[in-house]
């Protein structure tokens, strides 16, 4: 069955330090991935997605996030986070197939 | 555009009421989904349609839970009778249409759901 993991729950970095936020997939074909953000009380915002090509993608806000097809994984970095970073993330993949499933997300928290 | 509008923004409901929240997706999009999002389970596609027309209900929990699209600008989520467990943000979206993985789905802010 297809999955999505985003394997932490809750990650705290300082300002300014970097980030990698997990996100590892089961798909019988590689899917198109995305990555959404959520602020607290907002809805979710597109930041990336990957269709093909070239496995690096950037985003919006600074984001980026690497296909790596080996590991099934779409991991999402940021060299220097600020505090409007703080939101939960959420990997989606796409089956291709009118369908886009959820990860269940992990929480960023910025530390002063 | 306003984006993607839905009502209320919070409902509070007691158990057994019927609750019915408003989405409308933006003009000219084919498509439109339901999802559910709660801490125990993150975001759960409910339903989409295409349209109008329902496409894939397999997510709608159970019966009590009942979605329609009379027209293109504006959708419908009841849940009847609604429980404590149906507590939760449901969010809709919209999407201009197919290729579906080429095109973003734009995200509504969503309705929080409390049933006392």
């Known amino acids: 069955a297809q999955s999505v993991t985003q394997p932490d729950i809750h990650i705290t970095v300082s300002e300014g330090a970097s980030l990698e936020l997990r996100c590892n997939y089961s798909?019988?074909?590689?899917?198109?991935l995305f990555w959404y953000v959520q602020s607290p009380g907002q809805g979710l915002q597109l930041l990336l997605k990957?269709?093909?090509?070239?496995?690096l993608v950037q985003g919006i806000k600074g984001f980026e996030a690497e296909f790596k097809r080996s590991q099934s994984s779409f991991n999402l970095r940021k060299p220097s986070v600020h505090w409007s970073d703080a939101a939960e993330y959420f990997c989606?993949?796409?089956?291709?197939?009118?369908?886009?499933?959820f990860g269940k997300g992990t929480r960023l928290h910025i530390l002063p | 555009d306003a984006g993607v509008i839905q009502s209320p923004r919070h409902e509070v409901t007691e158990m057994g009421q019927e609750v019915t929240l408003r989405c409308k997706p933006i003009?000219?999009?084919?498509?439109l989904f339901w999802y559910r999002q709660t801490m125990m389970r993150g975001l759960e596609l409910l339903i989409y349609?295409?349209?109008?027309?329902?496409?894939?209900d397999s997510g709608m929990p159970e019966d009590r839970f009942s979605a329609k699209m009379p027209n293109a600008s504006f959708s419908t989520l009841k849940i009847q009778p609604s429980e404590p467990r149906d507590s939760a943000v449901y969010f809709c979206?919209?999407?201009?249409?197919?290729?579906?993985?080429?095109?973003?789905?734009?995200f509504g802010p969503g309705t929080r759901l409390t049933v006392l």
């Open positions: 989606a993949p796409d089956d291709r197939d009118d369908k886009i499933i």
């Open positions: 003009s000219g999009h084919d498509y």
């Open positions: 990957y269709f093909s090509g070239d496995t």
């Open positions: 798909y019988g074909a590689t899917p198109y």
């Open positions: 349609f295409n349209n109008n027309v329902p496409i894939d």
């Open positions: 979206a919209s999407n201009p249409g197919r290729p579906l993985s080429t095109d973003t789905q734009y």
